[in-house]
């Protein structure tokens, strides 16, 4: 059975993202998307859609992602743990 562990990501509009991720995952990358141990983002969390993987870069959640920059392609999201 896999542990899983949830992560609170603010943004900066104030909104908190909550992301669940596998606990022996959570410890790869850095708050900010940094490397760590070697290991991209989407390489330590390829279960996560490409937004929730953001979280862990930008810490910009859906909503200002999409002010940002447009409607986000979620036509190849990964699927959730």
């Given at each position: ?75 190849q ?5």
């Amino acid at each position: 059975m896999t542990n899983l562990v949830t992560v609170r990501i603010p943004c900066q509009c104030g909104f908190e993202s909550i992301v669940t991720v596998r606990a022996e995952d959570v410890h790869l990358v850095s708050r900010d998307g940094r490397r760590v141990a070697g290991v991209h983002v989407q390489d330590a969390f390829p279960y996560l859609a490409a937004p929730e993987r953001e979280l862990f870069i930008s810490g910009t959640c859906r909503k200002c992602w999409a002010a940002m920059f447009g409607a986000e392609d979620t036509s190849q999201e990964a699927p959730h743990v």
